[in-house]
T-cell receptor
């Protein structure tokens, strides 16, 4: 069965801290994505990656960076956390080569910045 | 701009039928997804439509009209476990996914 695992379900950090969110998938998918989900808004794409060491900005990349050193792992980094980055963060993966392939999501990390 | 509209919340009764609508205005169209998301859990794939018409999958069906920029998800024989948010997402001309805010469905006994 398809599995996307996010390292933490809940995380509390302080303003100014550097925060790492980790995501691992076991499906050998080429594509990986980071979203944030806020009440009343659709999923917003932060960054995505089509291959190892490749990254592309999404709709809201400011204040974030990513790392993809291995195919199965995609990390989201908050360089200097701010309170407006309090949100639910979702990682997803999908097969490449066909845009109609659905994305498979992790359970999310609920991040609070104090 | 690109926009996807869904009702914020709907309530239905166990055993009944409910239709969740999604209208979209996007730059191009390459298909539409429906996902289900239970509270605190991952969104899970329900359906993909790219051609007009109705696609049935058990108790769930999804309909698409490209000329009207409209889709709906139909849930029959509602069960309490169907209480969840339902997310509509459209693939635009650049093959990017545009997400709606989701519809929270509450099922009452």
């Amino acid at each position: 069965d398809v599995k996307v695992t996010q390292s933490s379900r809940y995380l509390v950090k302080r303003t100014g801290e550097k925060v790492f969110l980790e995501c691992v998938q076991d499906m050998d998918h080429e594509n990986m994505f980071w979203y944030r989900q806020d009440p009343g808004l659709g999923l917003r794409l932060i960054y995505f990656s089509y291959d190892v060491k490749m990254k592309e900005k999404g709709d809201i990349p400011e204040g974030y960076s990513v790392s993809r050193e291995k195919k199965e792992r995609f990390s989201l980094i908050l360089e200097s956390a701010s309170t407006n980055q309090t949100s639910m963060y979702l990682c997803a993966s999908s097969l490449s080569g066909a845009y109609y392939q659905p994305q498979h999501f992790g359970d999310g990390t609920r991040l609070s910045i104090l | 701009g690109q926009n996807i509209d869904q009702p914020t919340e709907m309530t239905a009764t166990e055993g009944a039928i409910v239709q969740i609508n999604c209208t979209y205005q996007t730059s191009g169209f390459n298909g539409l997804f429906w996902y289900q998301q239970h509270a605190g859990e991952a969104p899970t794939f329900l359906s993909y439509n790219v051609l007009d018409g109705l696609e049935e999958k058990g108790r769930f069906s999804s309909f698409l009209s490209r000329s009207k920029g409209y889709s709906y998800l139909l849930l029959k024989e509602l069960q309490m476990k169907d209480s969840a948010s339902y997310l509509c997402a459209v693939i635009d001309s650049n093959y990017q996914l545009i997400w709606g805010a989701g519809t929270k469905l509450i099922i009452k006994p």
